[in-house]
């Protein structure tokens, strides 16, 4: 194995199938975690088969030829450990989390189901129910909402604008078999990486995981369907909604960026993220909620995605202050762009995104969330290199960062209020609160 240096020191290794492993020894730590990472999520599927990863991630859990359904969960949670996953644009994850002496016993169950997911066919028609009832439950929340709005504004038919979850026509459309080739043509060892983290051998740890994915054969890589570029606004690009269980407007303001692989801007664009609206000392936060009380809450960030990144301001307020806290929004932005940022501004930056970054780290199931995250999207160097370019960016870098990305000309907005009731149901909401 080789050893990744400095700050998280892990062992990396590939499989002669190619599947790829990180090893993170935690010798104080009494449980393991082991994060199995595939290469496909929301933006690999065909538009007639949206949903189809997510869709996939719980039929994994249904079992195979030779585990009946729940049989991974009965093994993990009944030695009292934790089972989950999770789908995104760019990839799927499952991961147990149990004692260290346990590993032997239960990773096994998690490679019989990730390689081998039988998708039963009786099980298929009950979980899409599952399925159905979670995307109407989404519907009811409105931060998703929300988030679903821009992401669609934002992106328009390139498939980050879709939902992850999918759609319940998409859903309806969706057959065993075609959930199958999906499988056979994704689930394969070179589109994989196995994490293990806390407190194992990293020989030992290895050895288990070739012992259970080792035999896994290599394939042809799939092929995704055409992507579309990432959309630049031209102008100002709004648009509005509203919704039923909304007490307080939302508003976001979005530009796009850069995707994974131009690290060196995306890192200085979470850094731009970070002076403006992360924490009570930032500019966007002290301003708007500290000092005028026009917000009740206001952040930024900077979303990094495989193919195209976006960077976004979101405030949740009153809609009579939706116009002011916008144009005050462009305001400090333009400011930024004429007068950059001091040195102690970028330093206290600095020490916050670090900060942030070890506390992410502390448990075997961060770690492993990590180390899976990015050595899927861009490779785990990825890591180390970010915490070096956190330390290099100098006030001149952020402002120019503010001048290329963060037109005041081209941006994307998108506001979703609370659905306006009409007068008669008005008067008769006065009448009953009399």
């Not at 010798?27 to 007639?48: F, K, L, M, N, Y």
């Not at 407190?199 to 035999?215: C, N, Y």
């Not at 570029?229 to 909604?241: D, F, N, V, W």
């Not at 900060?355 to 861009?378: D, K, M, N, R, V």
Request: proline share 7%; aromatic share 8%.
């Amino acid at each position: 194995m080789n050893r990744f240096p400095r700050l998280l020191p892990a062992y990396t290794h590939r499989l002669s199938n190619g599947l790829g492993v990180i090893v993170h020894p935690i010798p104080i730590a009494d449980s393991v975690t082991v994060d199995v990472w595939v290469r496909t999520g929301g933006r690999h599927e065909p538009p007639e088969w949206l949903g189809l990863s997510h869709f996939l991630e719980h039929m994994v859990f249904k079992g195979s030829e030779r585990l009946a359904p729940g049989e991974l969960d009965w093994a993990v949670e009944g030695r009292g450990g934790v089972t989950n996953a999770a789908t995104g644009q760019d990839y799927t994850h499952y991961y147990i989390t149990v004692a260290a002496a346990d590993l032997a016993d239960t990773l096994p169950y998690l490679a019989e189901v990730v390689l081998r997911a039988g998708i039963p066919d009786p099980e298929f028609e009950r979980e899409r129910q599952v399925v159905l009832e979670e995307i109407r439950r989404a519907a009811d929340n409105p931060d998703y909402t929300a988030y679903q709005l821009l992401m669609q504004t934002a992106y328009g038919e390139h498939p980050y604008g879709r939902p992850v979850l999918g759609t319940p026509e998409s859903l309806m459309q969706l057959t065993p078999e075609v959930m199958r080739a999906y499988h056979r043509a994704w689930y394969r060892p070179e589109s994989m990486t196995v994490v293990v983290t806390g407190g194992i051998d990293p020989e030992r740890a290895l050895a288990l995981v070739e012992e259970q994915f080792g035999s896994s054969a290599a394939g042809p890589a799939p092929v995704s369907p055409p992507i579309p570029p990432q959309p630049r606004p031209q102008g100002i690009l709004r648009r509005e909604s509203d919704h039923a269980r909304l007490e307080q407007a939302r508003l976001k303001l979005a530009w796009p960026t850069v995707g994974i692989d131009d690290w060196q801007q995306a890192c200085g664009l979470e850094m731009l993220a970070s002076v403006l609206g992360d924490g009570r000392t930032s500019r966007l936060v002290h301003l708007l909620r500290e000092q005028r009380g026009w917000v009740r809450a206001i952040g930024c960030s900077s979303l990094v995605l495989k193919e195209g990144g976006l960077f976004c301001i979101g405030a949740q307020l009153e809609p009579k202050d939706v116009a002011r806290v916008e144009a005050t929004i462009l305001h400090e932005i333009e400011k930024l762009q004429q007068d950059g940022i001091g040195q102690a501004e970028l330093d206290r930056t600095r020490r916050m995104l670090i900060h942030e970054f070890l506390f992410s780290a502390e448990s075997p199931s961060q770690l492993a969330g990590i180390y899976g995250y990015y050595e899927t999207l861009g490779g785990v160097q990825r890591i180390q290199e970010y915490l070096e370019l956190v330390q290099s960016f100098t006030p001149a870098q952020i402002r120019e960062l503010a001048q290329q990305y963060l037109s005041l000309e081209a941006y994307v907005v998108t506001v979703l209020k609370p659905t306006a009731l009409d007068p008669a149901m008005a008067s008769e909401l006065q009448l009953a609160c009399r």
